[in-house]
């Protein structure tokens, strides 16, 4: 889950970083308030979407204007900024061509910056441990340093069985350039934030940029946090900063009924039992010569109920042109599925073409219900088979 800026730089001032002070507002005629009880004399003025490069994004019809973080030197022009940016559409290269609508505004108090620094936080799968990614390079995009010049980033892992330390502090402090009480700080912030990953349950924490301010101090200046979606159970705190309004309707209603759905760019919808199943089929989809729509993963558990919302919530996405379902019977059932892709089809009354691939147990059942159904079923009996019919059949329905 992610959250937006204001938001995670709430939480990181709680857990002890130093971060300016700031106003969230969600109507402009709020602004003004919030500018004077901030005091200026600089504020900086920014957009709040789950995405990155606000800065250099634009506004749809207004390609030619300033970006979503504005800096200003007067209460009028933190009025006039909110007043324009407010329920625009805010396209940077994170968002694509679509972009996303501004709803909130936040407002900070300005900084001296004399140093950008990058500092993040992720889950290192590789190790199975927790990482620091640092750099001197900050305000930059992460990849882009990683590109041009990989020798100014530093991967730090904490072992678990120790947890952090101050020389990981130190390490960090020694990349970054960190000098005189600065050190300190870094080992201090390093601490705080390690412990705050782990008791939110992080999955990703970036600080870009991390600055050395104009009395010295390091100060958090933008923040991004996510957290593990399967942690949250333990943050009713955390589920309240949710903002639905910033993710997928699809993906968002596929979590209404437990099933794993991410959309994607593709013409293939695809329906399968495991994640690691799920991925295959996406490659072979791919190796057949076209592009899956969508990750879902219908878990072991799925009832002829959840079959039919898996298809409502793929079929909604207009790209779809065919739907590849493929099934494994092991906890689930093949008769149970088949069930669930016959009612399913005659309910939505299908229009795309749909191949079906099932294997394991009461697999028999399963293709005898789907072949006595009078549906237009495509059956295939192997995965690459299955790939092979479906986006052949797209192609022939073009």
């Known amino acids: 889950m992610n959250i937006h800026e204001y938001q995670a730089k709430a939480l990181l001032r709680e857990a002890g970083a130093l971060v300016s002070e700031g106003r969230a507002i969600k109507d402009a005629s709020e602004a003004k308030a919030a500018a004077e009880a901030l005091g200026g004399p600089v504020w900086v003025v920014k957009s709040q979407i789950h995405a990155g490069g606000r800065g250099k994004g634009k506004f749809k019809g207004n390609e030619d204007g300033a970006g979503g973080v504005r800096v200003v030197k007067s209460v009028?022009?933190?009025?006039?900024?909110?007043?324009?940016?407010?329920?625009?559409?805010?396209?940077?290269?994170?968002?694509?061509?679509?972009g996303k609508q501004v709803n909130t505004i936040y407002i900070e108090d300005g900084s001296q910056i004399e140093r950008e620094l990058y500092f993040s936080m992720v889950v290192d799968r590789e190790t199975s441990r927790i990482s620091f990614i640092v750099s001197t390079e900050g305000g930059m995009d992460i990849e882009e340093v990683a590109a041009s010049t990989p020798e100014k980033i530093l991967t730090l892992t904490v072992d678990p069985a120790t947890g952090i330390r101050n020389f990981h502090g130190l390490r960090v402090a020694s990349a970054l350039g960190m000098e005189g009480a600065q050190v300190k700080q870094t080992v201090k912030l390093c601490n705080t934030l390690y412990k705050f990953f782990i008791?939110?349950?992080?999955a990703m924490l970036e600080i870009n940029p991390l600055v050395i301010d104009g009395a010295g101090d390091v100060r958090v200046l933008d923040a991004k946090v996510s957290f593990d979606g399967n942690a949250l159970y333990?943050?009713?705190?955390?589920m309240e900063l949710r903002d639905e309004t910033e993710e997928d309707p699809k993906e968002l209603e596929a979590s209404k009924y437990d099933l794993n759905y991410i959309a994607l760019d593709g013409e293939i919808g695809c329906m399968v039992n495991g994640a690691g199943l799920a991925m295959a089929t996406m490659d072979i989809i791919k190796l057949a010569g076209s592009e899956p729509a969508n990750f879902l993963d219908v878990g072991g558990g799925a009832t002829k109920e959840k079959v039919t919302e898996a298809?409502?919530?793929?079929?909604?996405?207009?790209?779809?042109?065919?739907?590849?379902?493929?099934?494994?019977?092991?906890?689930?059932?093949?008769?149970?599925?088949?069930?669930?892709?016959?009612s399913?089809?005659?309910?939505?009354?299908?229009?795309?073409?749909?191949?079906?691939?099932?294997?394991?147990?009461?697999?028999?059942?399963?293709?005898?219900?789907?072949?006595?159904?009078?549906?237009?079923?495509?059956?295939?009996?192997?995965?690459?088979?299955?790939?092979?019919?479906?986006?052949?059949?797209?192609?022939?329905?073009?």
């Open 344 to 398: 399913a089809a005659r309910e939505i009354d299908l229009a795309v073409p749909l191949v079906v691939r099932l294997e394991g147990t009461n697999v028999e059942q399963g293709k005898k219900i789907m072949a006595e159904s009078g549906l237009p079923i495509i059956s295939a009996d192997t995965l690459g088979d299955a790939a092979a019919k479906v986006v052949k059949a797209v192609r022939e329905a073009a």
């Open 76 to 98: 009028d022009e933190v009025v006039s900024n909110a007043q324009e940016m407010l329920g625009e559409t805010l396209v940077t290269h994170q968002t694509g061509p679509t």
């Open 234 to 238: 333990r943050h009713p705190d955390l």
């Open 311 to 342: 298809f409502k919530i793929i079929l909604s996405d207009d790209k779809v042109k065919g739907i590849l379902v493929n099934i494994f019977g092991g906890i689930m059932r093949c008769d149970i599925i088949a069930e669930g892709v016959v």
């Open 199 to 202: 008791d939110k349950d992080c």
